[in-house]
């Protein structure tokens, strides 16, 4: 109760400011200007006093912020009484974000997808690529085992040394994208492929491999697709073949193309491939043709009393929050016009739409965060099964 009090004061006076700042300057700069100079007291001499930080990032302060300056009021002021009713609540259905306090909980304003280059995920592990020729070189025997260390940077420095002193060498250049990758420099690894890989080896089966493996990082699944489907053409190893298979199994199960997926997933029994990463790859994916998902349609039709769009969608800590915050909004106008003090009315009943609204809102995106994260708990699975 202590924090729903907080809430409601916290966007009473939040929007209180941006309302004296719309009215003294017709400029949109001036209301943002408003809510920043709020925003920042707030966080400055209120914050602290509070003896809790926010569970979520952005805070609840700065996703209000940031609402005010990109959005327009009306939107804004949505967002941020969205936000309020859904704070610390349900948080199953979130991202995590690693901030240098902690985890918190992803939520944007107005985003539908968490933005990935702020989702927490765990180190991935990178090894090097070894053809089956025994090594007698030094130099690339030193670059394997500092890849497998994980010295990613400096096994870059010794590939550097190593094409400078000698022609193009294929098994080097796999190496140096396997480096690039696990550094996340993948524009950089796609230019190195464009211009630096020779026109006799751009259709390598494992350099497209790693291609592919680099266009899925970047979300660009269709590309990735595009040179998997090269590479099965092009590799006669089965092993190579193998992996090329899970990865494209991966990639239509990112497009939500389950049904290609499991056919991909399927063709691994005929080839060297791991007979229970194969079955349960097949059972991940019948799990996930199988998923019962939430109407976002239906999530805000229910919201009509307000609470129960979120209770469809299992955030029930969400929706007593949306049910009570409204109640009192409710009950407030009604007190107000009542003793006929319409001034009063009229600001409670502007929150008192707000906040209505908002429940409507937020119920339908409620549904879209619980289904995609039913999609993406399949999604993780595959992932780590496979680990391109």
Same mark, same amino acid.
């Given at each position: 109760?202590y924090r ?9 006076l ?5 309302l004296?700042?719309?009215a003294q ?8 200007t408003?809510?920043?100079d709020?925003i920042g007291?707030?966080?400055k001499?209120?914050s602290?006093i509070r ?8 805070s609840?302060s ?21 936000r309020?009713?859904?704070?610390g609540h349900d ?12 985890f918190k909980y992803l ?6 997808n ?6 927490y ?6 090894f ?13 025997l030193?670059i ?6 994980n ?7 010794e ?7 000698q022609?193009?060498?294929n098994?080097?250049?796999i ?5 690039l ?21 751009k259709?390598?089966p494992e350099?497209?491999?790693?291609? #592919?493996t @680099? &266009? ?6 269709n590309?990735? *697709? ?6 099965? $053409?092009?590799?006669r190893d089965?092993?190579q ?6 990865l494209?199994g991966?990639?239509?199960a990112n497009l939500y ?8 997933f399927?063709q ?7 007979a ?7 059972r ?7 998923l ?7 999530a805000?039709?229910?919201s ?5 769009g ?9 929706a007593v929050?949306s049910?009570?915050?409204?109640g009192v ?7 107000s016009?009542k ?9 409670t009943?502007?929150?008192?739409v707000?906040?209505?609204? #908002?429940n @409507? &809102?937020?119920?339908?995106q409620?549904?879209?965060?619980? *289904? ?5 708990a399949? $999604?993780?699975?595959l992932f780590y099964?496979?680990?391109?």
């Amino acid at each position: 109760m202590y924090r729903y009090l907080v809430s409601v004061s916290e966007t009473l006076l939040l929007c209180l400011i941006c309302l004296s700042g719309s009215a003294q300057s017709k400029t949109s700069s001036s209301s943002q200007t408003s809510a920043s100079d709020y925003i920042g007291f707030y966080q400055k001499f209120i914050s602290g006093i509070r003896g809790q930080e926010c569970p979520m990032y952005p805070s609840c302060s700065n996703f209000a912020l940031s609402a005010f300056k990109e959005k327009n009021f009306a939107e804004a002021f949505v967002l941020t009484s969205d936000r309020l009713m859904r704070c610390g609540h349900d948080l199953g259905d979130y991202d995590l974000t690693a901030r240098p306090t902690g985890f918190k909980y992803l939520d944007v304003p107005g985003a539908d997808n968490s933005p990935k280059n702020l989702r927490y995920s765990s180190q991935q592990p990178y090894f090097a690529y070894a053809d089956t020729v025994r090594d007698i070189n030094t130099s690339l025997l030193f670059i394997k085992s500092l890849i497998n260390n994980n010295y990613y940077e400096q096994a870059i420095l010794e590939i550097k040394r190593v094409q400078f002193n000698q022609p193009f060498n294929n098994e080097v250049f796999i190496n140096e994208l396997i480096c690039l990758k696990a550094l996340n420099e993948y524009e950089k690894a796609i230019f190195a492929y464009e211009t630096q890989c020779p026109v006799l080896y751009k259709n390598d089966p494992e350099i497209l491999y790693q291609l #592919a493996t @680099i &266009y899925y990082k970047l979300d660009n699944f269709n590309k990735a *697709n595009t040179i998997v489907s090269a590479g099965l $053409i092009t590799t006669r190893d089965e092993n190579q073949k193998a992996r090329l298979y899970a990865l494209q199994g991966l990639i239509y199960a990112n497009l939500y193309n389950w049904a290609s997926a499991k056919q991909s997933f399927t063709q691994l029994k005929s080839l060297p491939y791991r007979a229970d990463v194969t079955e349960s790859n097949i059972r991940l994916v019948q799990k996930a043709q199988e998923l019962k998902f939430k109407s976002p349609a239906k999530a805000s039709l229910l919201s009509i009393i307000p609470g129960l769009g979120y209770a469809y969608t299992g955030h029930t800590q969400t929706a007593v929050s949306s049910f009570l915050l409204n109640g009192v909004f409710a009950y407030a106008t009604y007190s107000s016009i009542k003793k006929k003090n319409y001034g009063l009315a009229s600001l409670t009943g502007l929150f008192s739409v707000s906040f209505y609204i #908002a429940n @409507i &809102y937020g119920s339908g995106q409620s549904a879209k965060r619980h *289904n995609e994260q039913k999609r993406k708990a399949v $999604i993780n699975n595959l992932f780590y099964n496979i680990n391109p």
